[in-house]
C-alpha cells in the first residue's frame, strides 16, 4: 500500500548539507503496523514528514532518484492540491506531544469535524454526531459534554485520545504516530497504545510507528525498521528481531532497555558515544565509530545480509559468531541475556 | 465507516474532587476573560458610559422628538440664538439657534459610526496585511512591511488634509463615506505590524502542522486556526482604534476637510462654534468633553480588554 524506495531527505544549511534521511526504502502492507526505531536525530520522523509532503522546502529537499508511492500514486511530484485530499482522507498522523498538537483556542468540537468537513463534506449536524461519536471509540466519557471543552480542560492522556479521534475521523488507510506515547506517564502510555491497536483491528487501518522505544514497539507492531543515522540498520519482524538481533546497534538498543526482572540488577547498559554528526557522514557505515564489533571493511558500507525471510541486516559482521563476541566483549560488549530477550519479546 | 466500539475509559467512575482550581479550569475561556474583565470596575464603567452613549446616538430621533415634518436637528430657533441653557434647550442652542442636545446626539452618530466603520475597514485592510505578510515570510513580507513603514513614515494630518481637499469635496452623506475611507486608509499599519508579529510566532507552532496533516489549505490555517489565536491584540487594537479614529475625524471636521455641512459631528461643532467662544463658551465645551469622554471610554475599554485577554496577567 505504501513503498518508500530509496528516499533521501537533505537539509541545506550554510555549512552543508544535512543527510537527515540517506536512502531508506520500506513498504508498509494493508492492515499492517510497521515500527520505525531509532534515537534521536536518527530520521524517523523526517520519513515520516516527507510521506506526508510537510518538510519545509527549502531548507529541506527530497534528492532526485527517491520515490514514495501510496496506493499507485507518486506523493514525491504530486501537487500539493492532490496531496491535500491525501492528508487526513487517506494517511493521518498523531504527534508526540498532545499539549501543543491541538490549537489551544478551538473547542475540541471544532478540530474534530474539521476533518470530516475537508474530506466527507458532512453538514454540521452529521458532524456533530460523527464527533461525539469518535470521542466515545477512543473512550472519552460524557462524549457530548466534552465537546464543547477546550484542550487544555483535558488531562494529557486524553488530550492524546482527542488526536487519535481527530486522526481517525475520515477514517485514513494509513496512521502515523511518530512518538504518540513519549509525553505520557506510563500508565497512560500503556492505554493510548492499547486504543491504537484496537482501532487498527477494527478500522483495519496501517499503522507506522516511530518511536525510539523498544519497549513501545515490542507488542504492538508486525514489523520494526531499526534505523540509525538516516540509514536502515535492520529489518525483521518484531518477534524475530527481539529473539534474533543481529546489527550491532540492534543489540545496543535491546540492552540499552531498563528490565524489571534482573536478579541481580545491573547498571543500564549505554551504547557509548553519540550520533554521527550528519554534516559530515563517514564513509562506509555509519556505526563503526560507536560498535563494538567494528571490522576494517566497515570503511565501505555493508551490503544487506539476508537472515531468514524479510530479516534483513545492513552488517558486515555476524553477531552469533561466538568469536566474533570474543572479540567485541572485549571492547566492552555485554551480550543480551535470554532472560532479557524474552521480556522484552512479551511486554 | 467500520465497526468502532466505545470503550470504558479507565477514568470513568473514579471520583474526582473537584476543588475550586479545578471547578475554575473548567470554565470555558470566553467566561475566564468576561469574568476577568468584569473585576476591573474602571473598564466596566466606561464599557457602560460608551453604551450609553451609543443608546443616546441610536434613539436621537425619539429622544429629540423628530418626525416627519420637524428636525431638531436643523430647526432653528430664532429667537434663541447661542442661549445656554433654557427651559425647552436644556443645553441651550447654537450661534443659529439649533437646539445643542439634539446637534449632540445626531453629531454623535456621525462620529460613532466614522469611529467604527473605518475601524472596520483598518482592521480588515491591517488583518490582511499583517496576516499574508507573517504566514507566507520572503520576499512577501519584505514588501508588504516596506509599504507599512512607508505609510507610517508619511505625516498623518498632512496627507490627510491634501487628500481630504479632494476626497471630501462632496456634500453631506458623501463626505461622510470619504472621511471613513481616508481615516482607515491610513490607519492600518499598525494593526498589520502587531498581526505579523502574531503570525510571525503563531505559524511554527506544532498544533498548525497537525492542522496541516489533515488536509487544510494556507487560506483556510491563517483565517480558521491562526487568528482566533491572534484575536486578543487585535481585540485590543480595534477598540483603541475607534477612540483614535474619532479624534481623527474630529480633527478633520475641525479643520473643515472632514464631514460637511448639512451632515454634522463633533468636530465640525467644535469648528463652527470657535468663533462665538467668548459669548458663549459652552458651545464648545460640549462637543469637546463629548468627545474627550467617548474616547477616554473607550480607551478603558481597550485597556481592561488587554488586561483579560492577557493570559500572563496576574490576578489582581
Redo the contacts between chains.
Keep these: 500500500m505504501l513503498e518508500v524506495k530509496d528516499l533521501k531527505v537533505y537539509f541545506r544549511t550554510r555549512e552543508g548539507n544535512v543527510h537527515a534521511v540517506d536512502g531508506v526504502s520500506f513498504h508498509v502492507d494493508e492492515g499492517e503496523s510497521l515500527g520505525i526505531v531509532g534515537e534521536s536525530g536518527s530520521g524517523k520522523s523526517v520519513t515520516s514528514l516527507s510521506i ?1 509532503r ?1 518538510l519545509q522546502i527549502p531548507p529541506a529537499q527530497i534528492m532526485d532518484g527517491s520515490s514514495i508511492v501510496f496506493q499507485d500514486a507518486e506523493l514525491v511530484d504530486m501537487e500539493e ?1 492532490e496531496m ?6 487517506q ?3 498523531i ?1 508526540q ?1 498532545p499539549m ?7 473547542t475540541v468540537e471544532r478540530q474534530l469535524i ?2 470530516l468537513q ?2 466527507l463534506g458532512l453538514s454540521r449536524g452529521e458532524a456533530h454526531n460523527r464527533a461525539r ?1 469518535l470521542l ?6 460524557d462524549a457530548e459534554r466534552r465537546l ?1 471543552s ?1 484542550p ?2 483535558f488531562s494529557g492522556g ?1 488530550r492524546q485520545r482527542v ?1 487519535i479521534a ?2 481517525i475521523a475520515a ?1 485514513p488507510k494509513l496512521l502515523i504516530a511518530d512518538e504518540p506515547t513519549t509525553a505520557l506517564d506510563v500508565t497512560v502510555q500503556a ?1 493510548i497504545l492499547e ?1 491504537i491497536n ?2 487498527r483491528r ?3 487501518t496501517s499503522v507506522m510507528l516511530i518511536t525510539h522505544d523498544l519497549g513501545v514497539v515490542a507488542g504492538m507492531t508486525d514489523r520494526i525498521i531499526v534505523m540509525y543515522a538516516g540509514k536502515i540498520a535492520e529489518t525483521a519482524s518484531t518477534d524475530e528481531l527481539f529473539a534474533n538481533p543481529r546489527h550491532p546497534y540492534t543489540l545496543g538498543l535491546l540492552s540499552a532497555v531498563p528490565r524489571l526482572d534482573e536478579e541481580r540488577p545491573t547498571e543500564l547498559q549505554t551504547i557509548p558515544g553519540s550520533p554521527p554528526d550528519q554534516l559530515h557522514p563517514i564513509e562506509g557505515c555509519p556505526f563503526q565509530p560507536r560498535c563494538p564489533f567494528v571490522l576494517p571493511q566497515c570503511k565501505q558500507y555493508p551490503p544487506a545480509r539476508k537472515i531468514a525471510g524479510n530479516h534483513v541486516a545492513y552488517c558486515w559482521v555476524d553477531v552469533t559468531d561466538p568469536e566474533e563476541q570474543k572479540r567485541a566483549m572485549q571492547r566492552g560488549f555485554i551480550p543480551l541475556t535470554e532472560i532479557g530477550r524474552s521480556y522484552l519479546a512479551q511486554s | ?12 467512575g473514579i471520583g474526582v474532587e473537584l476543588t475550586p482550581e479545578l471547578l475554575r ?2 470554565r ?2 470566553l467566561r475566564i476573560i468576561f469574568d476577568r474583565f468584569i473585576r476591573n470596575k474602571v473598564a466596566v464603567a466606561g464599557l457602560a458610559v460608551l453604551a450609553l452613549i451609543t443608546l443616546a446616538a441610536i434613539f436621537a430621533p425619539v429622544i429629540t422628538h423628530q418626525t416627519a415634518t420637524f428636525d431638531p436637528n436643523t430647526a432653528t430657533d430664532v429667537y434663541h440664538i447661542a442661549s445656554g441653557p433654557i427651559p425647552g434647550h436644556p443645553l441651550g442652542t447654537d450661534y443659529v439657534g439649533r437646539d445643542e442636545v439634539a446637534r449632540l446626539l445626531f453629531g454623535a452618530r456621525v462620529s460613532l459610526l466614522v469611529g467604527l466603520a473605518s475601524m472596520v475597514a483598518s482592521i480588515f485592510i491591517g488583518v490582511s496585511v499583517g496576516a499574508l505578510a507573517g504566514y507566507y515570510g520572503g520576499w512577501l513580507d519584505n514588501l508588504m512591511m516596506r509599504v507599512t513603514d512607508a505609510f507610517l513614515a508619511i505625516p498623518l494630518y498632512l496627507i490627510l488634509f491634501v487628500l481630504a481637499a479632494t476626497f471630501t469635496t462632496g456634500s453631506g452623506s458623501a463626505s461622510v463615506i470619504g472621511v471613513i475611507v481616508l481615516i482607515a486608509a491610513f490607519s492600518w499599519p499598525a494593526t498589520a505590524r502587531i498581526v505579523r508579529g502574531e503570525f510571525l510566532g503563531l505559524k511554527e ?3 498548525l ?9 494556507d487560506f ?1 490555517l491563517m483565517l ?2 491562526i487568528l ?2 491572534a ?1 486578543g491584540p487585535v481585540i485590543v487594537a480595534a477598540t483603541l482604534l475607534v477612540g483614535f479614529n474619532i479624534i481623527t475625524e474630529s480633527t478633520l471636521s475641525f479643520f473643515n476637510f472632514g464631514v460637511q455641512p448639512p451632515e454634522s459631528s463633533w468636530g465640525t461643532m467644535l469648528a463652527t462654534s470657535q468663533d462665538y467662544f467668548s459669548e458663549q463658551p459652552l458651545l464648545v465645551l460640549i462637543p469637546g468633553v463629548a468627545i474627550l469622554i467617548t474616547v477616554l471610554s473607550i480607551n478603558l475599554v481597550g485597556d481592561g480588554l488587554r488586561d483579560a485577554l492577557d493570559p500572563y496577567m496576574t490576578e489582581r
Excluded: C, W
Design positions: 506526508m510537510l492540491s491535500r485530499k491525501i492528508r487526513g482522507r494517511i493521518a498522523m504527534f506531544d501543543t498538537s491541538l490549537n489551544p483556542v478551538l474539521e476533518p475537508l474530506h461519536e466515545e471509540a477512543v473512550g472519552i466519557p464543547r477546550y487544555h480542560q486524553m488526536m481527530i486522526a477514517n492505554q486504543l484496537r482501532l477494527d478500522l483495519g | 465507516m467500520s465497526t468502532i466500539q466505545s470503550e470504558q475509559s479507565p477514568q470513568a479550569k473548567r470555558g475561556q507552532r506544532e498544533f502542522l497537525a492542522a496541516r496533516t489533515l488536509g487544510a489549505n483556510r480558521r486556526h482566533p489565536n484575536a
